[in-house]
Nanobody, 116 residues
């Protein structure tokens, strides 16, 4: 059974930082396509960042220059370091991966709230 479990969310003031973690079981990040998404109240879920097995990264424009994505295939864990947080970053953040066989898996989400 595949499980993705996020942690690290919370309340932070604007300009602060948070580090989200995603622990995977039942699936290897090295054999899938992981990333982070977020969903703000009243908005659709959107891509934040992805990372390939070779370490290549892709960021939404809103995250460029402020967020860093990384992974540790051995554990397996994935991380999202978020700096210079803004109130508009407030959302539920989801860990995601697409397995090699094409199925999508999601974590339960972790709330990030940035106060102004």
């Amino acid at each position: 059974q595949v499980q993705l479990v996020e942690s690290g969310g919370g309340l932070v003031q604007a300009g602060g930082s948070l580090r989200l973690s995603c622990a995977a079981s039942g699936i290897a990040f090295s054999n899938s396509f992981p990333g982070w998404y977020r969903q703000a109240p009243g908005k659709e879920r959107e891509l934040v960042a992805t990372i390939t097995n070779s370490g290549g990264t892709h960021f939404a424009d809103s995250a460029k220059g402020r967020f860093t994505i990384s992974r540790d295939n051995a554990k397996p864990m994935m991380y999202l370091q978020m700096n210079s947080l803004k109130p508009e970053d407030t959302a539920v953040y989801y860990c995601h991966t697409r397995a090699a066989w094409g199925r999508d898996y999601w974590g339960q989400g972790t709330q990030v709230t940035v106060s102004s």
